[in-house]
């Protein structure tokens, strides 16, 4: 079957940096995405890796390795508003978007 | 304005009744989709629409139907709704022509039954 896995929950101190993991199990790749989702609002996206290696947008960066099966997310210098949960999502050979459960990442002063 | 647009927000409904959740967009996009969202679980797609005239089941399409009225309106239609129906509602479009086919979200509809 399909799997997508990553944490369900981690704890980071404002100011720090966070790196979220997400290893997946799909039929064919078309790409890894990833969202950010605040409580009960609708998920924002993020970023997209469909080539190996590490892709930068501004405190947020997404690594991706097809032959491990495997992504991160870092996030540096951390904000109060970066509290939410972060869903890493893989698009399959039938350009399906597969959905891991999400990561609740709580940021503390 | 937004670009996806979802009606209602919020809604409390009875078993055994049914409802109808509507999505708009103005992104131009000729995909769009139908996810639940439960506490603790993953994004389920219920229903996709890869253009007017093509309609396909997700993961959970039971109980659910769909309709595709145009490019930019896909709504979704609960027959007898069921308490485990009680879930947060998305439609989102995307565009692989337009955009690697990333996928834009609407605000979500609540949904409550009773």
């Known amino acids: 079957g399909q799997n997508i896995d990553q944490p369900t929950e981690m704890t980071a101190t404002e100011g720090a940096i966070v790196q979220i993991n997400c290893t997946y199990q799909?039929?064919?790749?078309?790409?890894l995405f990833w969202y950010q989702q605040h409580a009960g609002e609708a998920p924002t996206f993020l970023s997209y890796?469909?080539l190996d290696g590490l892709e930068e947008k501004g405190r947020f960066s997404s690594f991706l390795s097809r032959s491990k099966g495997y992504s991160y997310l870092l996030l540096k210098e951390l904000q109060m508003k970066d509290s939410a949960s972060y869903l890493c999502?893989?698009?399959?050979?039938?350009?399906?978007?597969?959905w891991g459960a999400g990561t609740k990442l709580i940021i503390k002063p | 304005d937004a670009d996806v647009t979802q009606t209602p927000r919020n809604r409390i409904t009875k078993t055994g009744k049914r409802i109808m959740l509507e999505c708009s967009q103005t992104k131009g996009h000729d995909r769009m989709y139908w996810y639940r969202q439960d506490p603790g679980l993953g994004l389920r797609l219920i229903y996709y629409?890869?253009?007017?005239?093509?309609?396909n089941k997700g993961e959970i399409s039971d109980g659910y139907s769909v309709s595709r009225q145009a490019q930019a309106k896909f709504s979704l239609s609960l027959e007898s709704a069921i308490p485990n129906q009680t879930a947060l509602y998305f439609c989102a479009t995307s565009s692989l022509s337009r955009d690697t086919d990333t996928q834009y979200f609407g605000p979500g509809t609540r949904l409550t039954v009773l």
């Open positions: 999502a893989v698009m399959d050979s039938n350009y399906q978007l597969i």
């Open positions: 799909t039929s064919g790749f078309n790409g």
């Open positions: 629409s890869f253009d007017v005239k093509d309609i």
């Open positions: 890796n469909v």
